[in-house]
């Protein structure tokens, strides 16, 4: 494999950014070696800068479920830009978008669009706090909800702690509003209330948690939160910025057939454009601004060309039997991959995520259940796999996406060169 290319562009971008990356995990520090500079996609496969071509896994981290450049994303993208890219006042684009997400969404009456995923879970906690009129979170060790301030903490020891920054310039003061407790742990979140029932705003977790690892929870564990939430007057927030619209349309909400009182998306939702949003009942949303005192505003959100990206990306999610197909061709690849029982790899997924992982457990459903030392096993499998032509997430703590342009032969060639490598 050669890697001249993608090397030089890599010392050059040094000079420009920090670590070389406009986004941390991008710059192949936890797998070691020079990272990759794409130059083009189409479908499932990436080409990069020294002309060498893989099968993606990353897709971008998951917002491409319909593959690269996809000609109906395009072509819309395409028609719109060509009228102007921007003018900060309603286009009817934004409703089309809206309507096509409400219309088939029985968890959320009404949606504001933002920019990021960050954008949309920072807003959502803000009016979380805004609706209570409370102050404190409460979020899991190994979910992942962007790097807004009071979200950038980790457990310190302890059933239920405040947490520590995961941040260098995170004041002390803004963490001590964040209770951390360990994922699938009833008793620890009984504790958090028992401590603090009439301060807590919102329970934030990520239904499906895939930010660190694939740490598949019980249903009868996110049914006990909606539960303990409505008893104590505090808003369940489902972050689905990865699940929402890749776990079926309606995301973990609909899978698991829970209702949480706030919704944040993003990744998918932006059809490979960034877009983000949150969404709530009516009563909720009438909180925001204008229409309520919790200010929200962006100068770029509903994108007039993210919109219909989005509108485009999400269409094609709505036909009939597009999530079923997209698991088979999921279960297809697990399955092959399933057999190759080496050195204790094991994959773990859901609907058409999955995770790569070095163990002997069965199940994994909390953070400190995974092996930091299995990792090393990761790192050498990462790049045997680059070598042969494949691309995921250059971390073993990233999950890996399959989109619909995927096929059979890239999936007999996975599997044929995962056996190979392991
Ligand atoms: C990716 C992600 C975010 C952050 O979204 P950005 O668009 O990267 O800001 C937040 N929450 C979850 C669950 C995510 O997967």
Known sequence: MKNE??????????????????????????????????????????????????????CSWGPLILGHANDKVLNAVDKTMRNGTSFGAPTQLENELA??????????????????GTEAVMSAVRLARGFTKRNKILKFEGCYHGHTDSLLVKA????????????????????????????????????AFSQ??????????????????LLLQDRDYLQFLRDICTKNGTLLLFDEVISGFRIGFTGAAGYYNIKPDIITYGKIIGGGFPVGAYGASKEIMSCISPDGDVYQAGTLSGNPVAMSAGIAQLSECLKPNFYKDLETKTQK????????????FKLFSIGSIFWI????????????????????????LYHNLLEKGIYTGPSGYEVGFVSEALSNEDIDRTIATFKESL
């Not at 309507?99 to 990021?116: A, C, D, Q, T």
């Not at 941040?167 to 979140?189: D, H, R, W, Y």
Request: charged letters at 25%; aromatic letters at 10%.
């Open 5 to 58: 290319r993608s090397t030089q562009l890599f010392e050059k971008a040094k000079n420009y950014f920090p670590g070389g990356v406009n986004s941390p995990v991008r710059a192949f520090r936890s797998v070691g070696g020079t990272p990759l500079f794409i130059e083009k996609g189409k479908g499932s496969h990436i080409w990069d800068a020294d002309g060498n071509e893989y099968i993606d896994y990353c």
């Open 357 to 380: 992982a070095f163990t002997e457990k069965e199940k994994i459903q909390c953070a400190e259940d995974i092996d930091a030392d299995s990792m090393k096993h990761f790192r050498t």
């Open 156 to 191: 310190g020891s302890g059933l239920v702690t405040f947490g520590n920054t995961s941040s260098a310039g995170v004041p002390e003061s803004f963490v001590n509003e964040t209770i951390v407790v360990s994922l699938n742990n009833k008793k620890a979140v009984e504790e």
């Open 99 to 116: 309507e096509l997400i409400l219309g088939n969404n029985p968890f959320i009456e009404k949606i504001r669009f933002v920019s990021s």
């Open 333 to 344: 690849l697990v399955n092959g991959l399933s057999e190759l029982r080496t050195n204790n």
């Open 196 to 213: 603090f029932h009439e301060q807590i705003a919102c329970v934030i977790i990520e239904p499906i948690p895939a930010n660190n690892g």
